[in-house]
């Protein structure tokens, strides 16, 4: 069975940082597209950003770029979301998904409303305060 979970959400304040990670199992994220998504209340799905974890290609949101960093750690099956300088308006529940191989799947799904991941999370709640 595959999961994928997600941890290092909590209250923050405006300015602050975290950093979620995204632990995998019953997949080996030898060539992974992964992506981190986040929903906020009341909102579609936002994209904030994919790695590859073949060759670490990244794309970011927009709302994101120079905030965000994603990165991957293969060996520990886990992806991680840095995030810098939050503001309020990153408040939402994280999520991370993982498609075998195909980053357009993942460039789609950040970009559109489709949905081409093939495994979800179930989500982390990140709340920054003003």
């Known amino acids: 069975e595959v999961q994928l979970v997600e941890s290092g959400g909590g209250l923050v304040q405006a300015g602050g940082s975290l950093r979620l990670s995204c632990a995998a199992s019953?997949?080996?994220?030898?060539?992974?597209?992964i992506g981190w998504f986040r929903q906020a209340p009341g909102k579609e799905r936002e994209g904030v950003s994919c790695?590859?974890?073949?060759?670490?290609?990244?794309i970011y949101g927009d709302s994101v770029k120079g905030r965000f960093t994603t990165s991957s750690d293969n060996a520990k099956n886990t992806v991680y979301l840095q995030m810098n300088s939050l503001k309020p308006e990153d408040t939402a529940v994280y999520y991370c998904a993982a498609d075998p191989g195909l980053w357009a799947d993942c460039v789609a799904t950040m970009t559109s409303s489709l949905n081409g991941m093939d495994y979800w999370g179930k989500g982390t709640l990140v709340i920054v305060s003003s």
């Open positions: 790695i590859s974890s073949s060759d670490g290609e990244t």
């Open positions: 019953g997949i080996t994220f030898d060539d992974y597209a």
